[in-house]
């Protein structure tokens, strides 16, 4: 499979199908790089990535073998920012002074590096510490929606507008007290309502706003029901739930498995992606199946 790789990582020795750029400015194609003066031409141009075709390189080119320390370091920059950007955006939600176009480049950046690296993107965004869990949890739903529905080629302004949902999906939890969110053991009755309670004021302190998208508002709202109608807050059903919800839905439950929590452990990848296709009842299985695509 032709892998998309931020073109700072492109090697001599690797096969380059195409930049992402206009062939009036660079119009190699199907070439194999030889020369550093070619690593060098490919840096200068306005591409910020190259398609590069594994099986006709000649060196190895897995994942790991072009994710350098560098590149973590520049996601672990971007999840940073991130994080402050939607810290300052729930702040703003609370307020009632939300500018929701200050969330779509938000969504720009963290697309672009789960684009270029998704392990290296969860595996940072799953760093998360108490203070700033729903923070990373919400970018890293928000990166796993886009790059799901760029499968499914949504357009762009879908995309992002998903991104933008997936960023304020769990925004009613700033309404829920830290004890709660944090707590290490089951919560008890009257805590476990509380929590459950997130998506329907996340609906309402969004909707008070007044220009958030039907879309995002049904996704704040939806993202915990399920198909078989066992979810919240509403028990909605199959014919109910359109593909964005089902959508959220799967991003969030194998963000939240493949995550540490303070009551459970991180699961892997395989594991979650198991757990979840058997569970048709619950969860659209051509959406898992496609998740898992975007690992392989
Ligand atoms: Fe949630």
Redesign the pocket.
């Known amino acids: 499979m032709v892998r998309r790789i931020p073109k700072h990582l492109v090697k001599k020795g690797m096969f380059v199908e195409s930049l992402e750029c206009s062939n009036a400015e660079f119009s190699g194609r199907r070439f194999l790089v030889q020369s550093d003066e070619t690593v060098r031409a490919i840096l200068a141009t306005s591409a910020a990535y190259a398609l590069v075709n594994p099986q006709r390189s000649t060196i190895d080119i897995d994942a790991d073998a072009v994710v350098t320390a560098e590149d973590q370091k520049r996601t672990q920059e971007a999840v940073r920012q991130g994080t402050s950007a939607l810290r300052d955006s729930f702040a703003a939600v609370r307020a009632g002074d939300l500018k929701i176009e200050t969330l779509g480049p938000v969504a720009d950046e963290i697309r672009d590096h789960i684009d270029a690296a998704p392990e290296v993107f969860l595996k940072v965004t799953r760093l998360k510490s108490k203070d700033e869990g729903t923070y990373m949890h919400s970018l890293a739903v928000s990166a796993l929606m886009m790059r799901l529905a760029r499968t499914l080629d949504y357009d762009d302004a879908m995309v992002r507008e998903l991104g933008v949902a997936g960023l304020l999906?769990?925004v009613?939890?700033l309404m829920i007290p830290n004890a709660i969110l944090n707590k290490a053991g089951q919560l008890e009755a009257a805590e476990k309502s509380r929590m459950r309670g997130?998506?329907e004021i996340?609906y309402r302190l969004l909707k008070e706003l007044g220009d958030i998208s039907p879309l995002t508002l049904d996704i704040v709202r939806f993202?915990?029901e399920v198909l078989d109608g066992s979810g919240y807050p509403l028990g909605l059903k199959a014919e109910q739930l359109g593909q964005e919800i089902r959508l959220s839905t799967v991003c969030?439950v194998f963000e939240a498995l493949t995550s540490a929590r303070p009551y459970k452990r991180a699961w892997t990848t395989r594991d979650a992606l198991n757990w979840m296709f058997d569970r048709g009842h619950l969860f659209d299985k051509k959406l898992v199946l496609r998740l898992g695509s975007i690992f392989e």
């Open positions: 999906h769990d009613g939890k997130h998506p996340g993202h915990h969030d």
